[in-house]
């Protein structure tokens, strides 16, 4: 990158100050006024860099770097392809064109195999349906060369956000999913006619068992699924899919 102020700082409450600037094949332009970029709350996030020209690679990834980020830098699709996704929260910048696979047919196959991963597209050579297609595929942004230090780092911010609830909801099934596997079978089968709106007398009558018998299991449904109350034992399982009929 060319010469020019640091494209970041650290301030005493240890938020991130990025100062804008341009990336480009020749380097960033004079920085000017500082913003402030809250940090993400997971730690060591990873920012995928995919682009043929290595001056851009070394560009991003220093800047991304100088953040406090990771970055994994690769000159195509293929290269991709043999370090696989990183486990905590990520975001892909990504080239239209490259050798070999395009960005957007990476975009298309991420989609159609379900692999969410935030992309922001960069190129040198955009038109408007190309950026269409690509926000219609979900991209976070599409940017053109050259462009702002800090229309990357907003865009990289909001898809890190996403990929974090995304992380966030994967923990929260996870841990649904584990305490669903402590129910007996009986268990389970009281939770679901609860869930579904029946009475204690009622779901006696169904599985041919006692009223008390039906309150002792769902007595322990609601302590083995950690529920505060019936509308959020309705709310775990409907996340679950578990609601049964009447």
Same mark, same amino acid.
Not at 8 to 24: E, I, P, T, Y
Not at 59 to 85: C, D, H, N, P, Y
């Given at each position: ?83 696989? !996704? ?6 892909? &910048?990504?080239?239209? =064109? $490259?050798?070999? /696979?395009?960005?957007?047919? %990476? ?78 079978? !009986? ?6 006619? &609860?869930?579904?709106? =029946? $009475?204690?007398? /009622?779901?006696?009558?169904? %599985? ?39």
């Amino acid at each position: 990158m060319g010469e020019c102020a640091p494209a970041a700082a650290v301030d005493s409450a240890g938020s991130v100050l990025v100062r804008r600037g341009v990336v480009d094949h020749t380097g960033r332009q004079p920085c000017t006024g500082p913003k402030t970029m809250p940090p993400p709350p997971n730690a060591q996030p990873t920012i995928i860099i995919i682009d043929d020209d290595p001056s851009i690679r070394d560009s991003i990834s220093s800047l991304i770097r100088s953040i406090g980020f990771q970055a994994r830098t690769f000159g195509s699709v293929a290269e991709f392809r043999k370090s696989g !996704r990183p486990n905590g929260p990520a975001c892909l &910048v990504l080239d239209v =064109r $490259l050798p070999g /696979q395009s960005g957007l047919e %990476l975009q298309r196959e991420l989609l159609a195999s379900n692999i969410q991963l935030p992309i922001v597209f960069i190129t040198g050579h955009g038109d408007i349906p190309m950026s269409v297609q690509a926000m219609k595929g979900g991209a976070i942004e599409f940017l053109s060369k050259p462009f702002r230090d800090q229309d990357l780092l907003d865009a990289i911010q909001v898809g890190l956000a996403r990929d974090e609830a995304r992380l966030d909801d994967e923990k929260s099934m996870s841990a649904l999913r584990t305490r669903l596997e402590t129910l007996t079978a !009986r268990e389970r089968e009281v939770m679901a006619k &609860v869930v579904a709106g =029946r $009475l204690n007398k /009622q779901i006696a009558g169904d %599985l041919g068992i006692s009223e008390i018998t039906v309150k002792v299991h769902r007595g322990q449904v609601m302590r083995k699924m950690k529920a505060s109350s019936l509308p959020d034992l309705a709310r775990m399982a409907d996340k679950l899919k578990l609601a049964g009929p009447g």
